[in-house]
């Protein structure tokens, strides 16, 4: 049986999906004036944004009493030249021009030490030629926390609506809900914190019957101890037990146990990092799906060589959840970063980098080949950001991203050139 796999925003799995090839019928249909009625829409969303330069609350939000209303947009105009991913060997790569319009709106209100926070928004993407593809993808978060003494309750809520491709493992795109929730407490004794929080996590497809097999709840619950050993740096400890249940098999179920060491905080006076590292225990419910156990890795840092130049690395060692053939998972080695470069005051530079290694556990036969899989999934940017007012931003980004294999059948080439206008009210 194929699976899915995702585990909560901070979690250290991540996401994966359906490997499920697109129906020929998802290439049919072709309106090729679709982008005129759409460039319509981005002229007039183009008007109101620079029209709204005129009001004085531009980029400082609304004030309604304590509550804080904050309207935001994008308009996204984006070249792709292999909308469905289709391998090398094809040859049969589809490209075509995106609009995407991004209305929403973020609400705070604070009232005495506490705060609560919503933001709502929805991407609406629109194919000149592939008019399958088109969606409205719903993002909505809440967050609430309260304060009292030394205690901090943080109630939290995540839910997306959407039809994507879930991972780099996938090529199809994929329609569902996804909805985080969750509560921890927090008790801070002078250096010492005491951490313990809930997650629960589903998954909910709305495709074909067929992806019913998939949906699932996760439930995770998680132990952190920090201490604040130096000035600007704490060390800390973290136990993460997590229960996956799918909803129509116990084929897929599985828990896993992981031990974290690290610390999070200024490791010196230039560089801000959170480093953890250490096993995960994973253990599935069917005695023919190999359990993981292995080091894991999860580190975020960033370094400011000087007021203009800084950069951002991420280095991941996990195992993700599989939906290919019989394989239950796959392992992750990954390191990303991001390098920013202030030209002027007002403009940015910024060259962009990934680096991801796919291993699978067990060998498939494809194409008269039997082995393990492996990919190599590479993705290099570069981009500039005019920030031409405090409320009014431009960004120019082309990407190249390539999924080398050793199947030559998964091998997939795109580049992207992506145009954003982004304006903060």
């Known amino acids: 049986m ?25 290439r049919q249909g072709r309106e090729p004036r679709t982008l005129t009625r759409a460039g319509s829409i981005f002229v007039s969303f ?13 980029g400082q939000g609304l004030k ?3 509550l804080e209303v904050s309207p935001w947009g994008e308009i996204k105009v984006q070249y792709d030249d292999n909308v469905f991913w289709d391998s090398n060997e094809s040859h049969d790569a589809k490209h075509d021009i995106i609009l995407t319009l991004t209305p929403g709106i973020g609400l705070k209100l604070p009232f005495q030490d506490n705060v609560f926070k919503f933001d709502y928004h929805v991407d609406i993407n629109r194919y000149n030629n592939y008019t ?22 943080n109630l939290h809520d995540n839910f997306a609506r959407v039809f994507d491709r879930p991972s780099t493992e996938d090529t199809t795109r994929v329609k569902r809900d996804d909805n985080t929730g969750g509560v921890f407490v927090k008790l801070q004794k002078e250096r010492l914190g005491i951490q313990i929080g809930y997650d629960n996590f589903t998954r909910t497809y709305k495709s074909d019957p067929i992806y019913k097999q ?28 997590n229960q996956i249940r799918y909803d129509e098999s116990t084929h897929s179920d599985s828990d896993y146990h992981q031990f974290l060491i690290g610390a999070t905080g200024d490791l010196t006076q230039k560089t801000t990092a959170t480093i953890k590292t250490g096993y995960q225990f994973s253990n599935y419910k069917d005695a023919g799906n190999p359990d993981f156990r292995s080091g894991v890795l999860y580190a975020d840092m960033t370094h400011k060589f000087s007021d203009k130049n800084s950069l951002k690395l991420a280095f991941l060692r996990t195992v993700y959840e599989s939906t290919y053939d019989a394989n239950n998972y796959y392992g992750v080695n990954s390191v990303s970063g991001t390098f920013d470069h202030y030209f002027r005051p007002k403009v940015l530079g910024f060259i962009t980098g990934l680096y991801q290694l796919n291993a699978y556990p067990k060998e498939v036969t494809v194409d008269g080949e039997t082995k393990k899989r492996k990919d190599n999934y590479y993705s290099l940017g570069t981009g500039l950001r005019y920030y031409l007012k405090n ?19 998964f091998d997939v080439k795109e580049n992207l050139v992506t145009f954003t206008t982004r304006a903060e009210f």
């Open 2 to 26: 194929r699976k899915v796999y995702q585990i909560f925003i901070h979690s250290p799995r991540l996401q994966s999906g359906l490997s499920i090839p697109p129906k020929p019928a998802c």
């Open 46 to 58: 183009l008007i109101v944004f620079f029209l709204s330069n005129s009001i004085s609350y531009a």
């Open 64 to 66: 309604l009493g304590d």
């Open 132 to 153: 399958s593809q088109n969606a409205a993808n719903h993002f909505a978060s809440g967050k609430l926390e309260l304060k009292w003494s030394e205690i901090t309750i």
């Open 214 to 241: 998939f949906d699932r709840t996760d439930h995770r619950y998680s132990l952190i101890l920090t201490h604040q050993t130096f000035p600007k740096t704490e060390l800390l400890f973290e136990y993460d037990f």
């Open 391 to 409: 409320w009014l931003i431009f960004t120019l980004q082309a990407e190249h991203i390539v999924r080398d294999s050793n199947f030559p059948l």
